[in-house]
């Protein structure tokens, strides 16, 4: 076929409680359709009814994803961001410090954090990169530290380089999140495979140092579907499982603020991957680029509010900074919109 004949499946999420007999669960969680967009490279095709959906389609929509980590699959999950570096764009420096890395650590986990995210290579834009060396001697005595002292949590690394996955895995992390989607170092793959755990492929236009110098998309929405789908493929060419996989479409990594726009409001279009996905816009600047905040630590209710655009569409994996706001904002959403207290 025609890549401008190819179509796309957008499943228009929602939560009300009036909910139409035949609709279908979304991804197995707590969002239902029951009516799709259909896209192309032309515009939009006007929507059609889920139940006319081919059946591979239906299902790969509607199917619940595979058990991660333990962790519940009811609710949206949270991610708790803890960079141990010097130079990250938000928080660059505060968690340096191996104690105050780990306090930050069970604060987060106190807190509401599902599972914490360990990064030692900012990937900020204009980002130079480290030597896997500096990487390892930042981020696995922090992943050992916390397991040597009981620490319950799944620890993710956040790296696009195999050694150092290897180091962090070693140390007792559970999962990898690679913001080059192993086109950065593509033994990390047999990394996964070998270690048999998660990974999280995220699409980036270009190199941290190079990525938000005039990104351009024909479409923002389907090509990064396109390149997410290539990525899943060759992860499975690989020998990872797709059940393994969450996708992330990579809010600020090579994206101008319409393009973060554009792919906030079609999230739930990712779900016909058939994997989790995992959004990060926590205090990225096109948040403070639309409400005129300067400080990135000050863009905690705009992160609230694209965190809650997210949960609206299924997605299951919330990357933050901010984690008691985020714990306590989705709570209160999910008691308005799914119910229960808790």
Same mark, same amino acid.
């Given at each position: 076929?025609?890549?401008?004949?190819?179509?796309?499946?957008?499943?228009?999420?929602?939560?009300?409680?009036?909910?139409?007999?035949?609709?279908?669960?979304?991804?197995?969680?707590?969002?239902?359709? *029951?009516?799709?967009?259909?896209?192309? !490279?032309?515009?939009?095709?006007?929507?059609?009814?889920?139940?006319?959906? $081919?059946?591979?389609?239906?299902?790969?929509?509607? +199917?619940?994803? $595979?058990?991660?980590?333990?962790?519940?699959?009811? !609710?949206? =999950?949270?991610?708790?961001?803890?960079?141990?570096?010097?130079?990250?764009?938000?928080? #660059?420096?505060?968690?340096?410090?191996?104690?105050?890395?780990?306090?930050? +650590?069970?604060?987060?986990?106190?807190?509401?954090?599902?599972?914490?995210? @360990?990064?030692?290579?900012?990937?900020?834009?204009?980002?130079?990169?480290?030597?896997?060396?500096?990487?390892?001697?930042?981020?696995?005595?922090?992943?050992?530290?916390?397991?040597?002292?009981?620490? #319950?949590?799944? @620890?993710?690394?956040?790296?696009?380089?195999?050694?150092?996955?290897?180091?962090?895995?070693?140390?007792?992390?559970?999962?990898?999140?690679?913001?080059?989607?192993? %086109?950065?170092? $593509?033994?990390?793959?047999?990394?996964?495979?070998?270690?048999?755990?998660?990974?999280?492929?995220?699409?980036?236009?270009?190199?941290?140092?190079?990525?938000?110098? *005039?990104?351009?998309?024909?479409?923002?929405?389907? *090509?990064?579907?396109?390149? =997410?789908?290539?990525? @899943?493929?060759?992860?499975? %060419?690989?020998?990872?499982?797709?059940?393994?996989? @969450?996708?992330?479409?990579?809010?600020?990594?090579?994206?101008?603020?319409?393009?973060?726009?554009?792919?906030?409001?079609?999230?739930?279009?990712?779900?016909?991957?058939?994997?989790?996905?995992?959004?990060?816009?926590?205090?990225?600047?096109?948040?403070?680029? =639309?409400?005129?905040?300067?400080?990135?630590?000050?863009? #905690?209710?705009?992160?609230?509010?694209?965190?809650?655009?997210?949960?609206?569409?299924?997605?299951?994996?919330?990357?933050?900074?901010?984690?008691?706001?985020?714990?306590?904002?989705?709570? =209160?959403?999910?008691?308005?919109?799914?119910?229960?207290?808790?």
């Amino acid at each position: 076929m025609n890549q401008s004949q190819r179509l796309y499946y957008r499943p228009i999420a929602m939560t009300d409680p009036a909910r139409p007999e035949r609709a279908l669960d979304l991804a197995g969680g707590w969002c239902w359709f *029951d009516r799709v967009e259909v896209l192309s !490279r032309s515009g939009s095709q006007g929507l059609m009814a889920a139940a006319d959906l $081919p059946g591979d389609l239906r299902d790969r929509l509607s +199917a619940p994803r $595979p058990a991660f980590l333990g962790l519940p699959q009811d !609710r949206p =999950l949270i991610m708790g961001i803890l960079n141990v570096t010097p130079d990250s764009f938000s928080d #660059g420096g505060r968690f340096a410090a191996p104690e105050m890395a780990l306090i930050h +650590a069970r604060a987060m986990a106190a807190a509401g954090a599902d599972i914490l995210d @360990i990064g030692g290579e900012s990937t900020r834009p204009g980002a130079g990169d480290v030597t896997d060396a500096q990487e390892i001697a930042r981020t696995a005595p922090i992943i050992s530290g916390l397991r040597e002292t009981g620490f #319950g949590l799944p @620890i993710s690394i956040d790296t696009r380089k195999s050694a150092v996955a290897v180091a962090a895995l070693t140390a007792g992390a559970d999962m990898v999140n690679d913001v080059s989607a192993f %086109a950065y170092d $593509p033994d990390l793959a047999a990394v996964v495979r070998a270690r048999d755990v998660p990974v999280c492929l995220m699409h980036a236009q270009g190199t941290p140092a190079t990525m938000q110098l *005039d990104p351009r998309y024909d479409d923002v929405l389907l *090509d990064i579907y396109d390149f =997410l789908a290539a990525r @899943i493929d060759a992860a499975e %060419a690989a020998g990872i499982a797709r059940g393994r996989v @969450i996708v992330d479409p990579g809010i600020g990594f090579g994206k101008t603020v319409a393009h973060n726009l554009a792919l906030v409001r079609g999230l739930s279009l990712f779900h016909g991957l058939g994997c989790r996905i995992m959004l990060g816009a926590s205090r990225k600047r096109f948040i403070g680029t =639309l409400t005129g905040t300067e400080a990135a630590d000050r863009r #905690g209710p705009g992160s609230l509010a694209i965190t809650l655009a997210g949960a609206s569409q299924g997605v299951q994996l919330h990357r933050v900074h901010d984690t008691p706001e985020t714990d306590q904002a989705l709570r =209160l959403w999910r008691a308005v919109n799914c119910g229960g207290t808790t």
